[in-house]
């Protein structure tokens, strides 16, 4: 089971509001670290909330802000998409 599917619930962090999610698995552009983060919108606020991706990780499936692999700040301006794998909540 992918990690998103496991360990995230639109219902749970955001009771009451309408919102939409996007996974994408993403590789850190430092350290080829596996990531994949969750694209939501939120009453018209796009949140983008990143994970741990690399299986044998101690962080796996955690929520990050940085990479565990190297410590690069997660973020839209150092992580591009690369993985096919876009699923729709």
Not at 6 to 20: I, K, L, N
Not at 37 to 63: C, K, L, N, P
Request: with cysteine; hydrophobic share 30%.
């Amino acid at each position: 089971m992918h990690p998103a599917n496991r360990t995230h619930r639109p219902s749970t962090s955001f009771v009451g509001t309408a919102c939409e999610d996007t996974t994408m698995i993403v590789p850190c552009g430092s350290c080829s670290h596996k990531l994949w983060w969750v694209d939501r919108e939120v009453d018209g606020w796009m949140v983008r909330i990143h994970f741990d991706g690399e299986e044998t990780s101690e962080t796996y499936a955690e929520q990050v802000t940085h990479c565990p692999g190297c410590g690069t700040p997660l973020d839209r301006k150092t992580l591009k998409a690369a993985s096919p794998f876009v699923s729709r909540h």
